[in-house]
């Protein structure tokens, strides 16, 4: 099974960056719905970083390629998730994006987010 890897950062609109920091408390708060959200989407690793330098967040994430889109989801948290970028993502500023270089991870995690016998970074 191939995975793909992504790192991209949206801008936030100017003005929202106080709602922003309230989504990313009720993601915290949310965190196995969240969880649950991901198995449809194969995902088997995502995490959201913050830059400060006119607001940033970055997903960080390792997918498999049979991964459902969220905007095709039934779970609530996926909705909640695409009304957020809509109204605090600007998407006038070109997201920035990294390309997957190296990846690093012991066997014991590699087993865990790949339960089904693929290895990372095939």
């Given at each position: ?16 960056e ?13 965190r ?10 194969a ?24 991964g459902?889109?969220p ?16 109204e605090?993502i ?13 990846g ?19």
């Open positions: 099974m191939a995975h793909a890897s992504e790192m991209a950062c949206f801008a936030v609109k100017p003005g929202k106080a709602r922003a920091a309230l989504w990313m408390e009720a993601l915290r708060h949310r196995q719905e969240c969880v649950e959200a991901l198995a449809r989407e995902m088997r690793f995502e995490a959201i970083f913050q830059r400060w330098e006119g607001l940033f967040l970055c997903w960080l994430s390792a997918q498999g390629e049979q459902k889109r905007d095709s989801s039934p779970c609530d948290i996926d909705a909640v998730h695409l009304a957020f970028g809509a605090r600007d998407r006038c500023a070109l997201p920035r994006e990294w390309s997957h270089q190296v690093f991870l012991p066997a014991e995690v590699a087993a865990v987010m790949l339960k089904n016998g693929a290895s990372y970074g095939e």
